[in-house]
């Protein structure tokens, strides 16, 4: 007995044809990004080719020695793990919380964490600057990271809401009844069993702060505190193209992100579907 709808060839062929024009489309940036950062900058302008060659390493040399991008790195290493571990903190105190207390007002809660997230980022930096520049917090990297996670935190709580949710919670019960205060039942059942959405939120919070340009370019002024988005854009100038270090600095930025993915992807794809389970 067939359990499998039969899908005509025709429409098979059309799904192959879109799927392949979708990852051409969203590969080529990519391919062409590290095609042009090992190209020898002698040919970069005037031998355009889809192929790659002649390869050389010379711009990332270039990059690592004659710009502060070592600097930028460290500054956006330093932004970006301070953000994960406080939206960490937060949104799985505040999610579990809403989800297992009796607390009033808590659909209100939620809906207004996500609409926090829902302004965007500019509107959201022009006024905290402001309020950073009066208590004095103004070109520092902890009035970066504190913008970072008012877009990061409600993204965590709205994720791990949902995810807690679909927790049974008749598990955490037992582990009470056993002798555990709610606290360590949430240290030794809630927290392993939601690793999965835990890591989700600590990707998309990772990913949200190593690639933001809009906070950086706001908040911060000196050379020394800025982070690689912006680093790399005053690399530009009016009368110079440096296309090769800046393919290289953009595939450098992108590689802790592949690798970061590729380690993490069945928790962050299951994180992502548990909370489209209702119960």
Excluded at 32 to 41: A, E, F, G, K, N
Excluded at 89 to 97: M, N, P
């Amino acid at each position: 007995m067939k359990t499998e709808l039969e899908v005509p060839l025709s429409s098979r062929l059309a799904l192959y044809v879109a799927m392949a024009v979708t990852l051409i489309y969203s590969f080529f940036p990519v391919y062409w990004m590290l095609v042009t950062s090992v190209r020898d900058p002698k040919v970069l302008y005037n031998q355009v080719s889809l192929i790659p060659g002649p390869f050389s390493l010379e711009s990332y040399e270039t990059l690592l020695a004659a710009t502060d991008y070592p600097t930028w790195f460290t500054n956006s290493v330093l932004v970006a793990s301070v953000t994960v571990v406080i939206t960490l903190i937060f949104s799985v105190l505040i999610a579990y919380a809403v989800t297992r207390l009796h607390l009033r007002g808590k659909t209100a809660i939620i809906g207004s964490m996500l609409l926090a997230y829902m302004f965007p980022p500019l509107l959201v930096a022009i006024p905290l600057y402001t309020i950073f520049a009066q208590i004095g917090l103004a070109n520092t990297h902890f009035a970066l990271i504190l913008s970072h996670c008012t877009i990061t935190l409600p993204l965590g709580v709205w994720l791990l809401w949902g995810f807690f949710k679909q927790l049974p919670i008749d598990v955490e019960q037992a582990a009470m009844v056993d002798g555990c205060s709610r606290l360590g039942a949430f240290f030794r059942v809630v927290l392993p069993l939601s690793l999965p959405g835990v890591t989700t939120v600590a990707i998309f919070s990772f990913l949200l702060s190593w690639t933001d340009y809009t906070f950086a370019l706001v908040m911060i002024d000196s050379d020394d505190q800025k982070t690689l988005p912006v680093g790399l854009e005053t690399m530009t100038g009016q009368y110079e193209l440096r296309d090769g270090e800046l393919m290289a600095g953009s595939t450098l930025i992108a590689l802790p992100l592949l690798v970061l993915f590729i380690f993490l992807n069945r928790y962050f794809i299951h994180g992502l579907a548990a909370g489209a389970v209702k119960r």
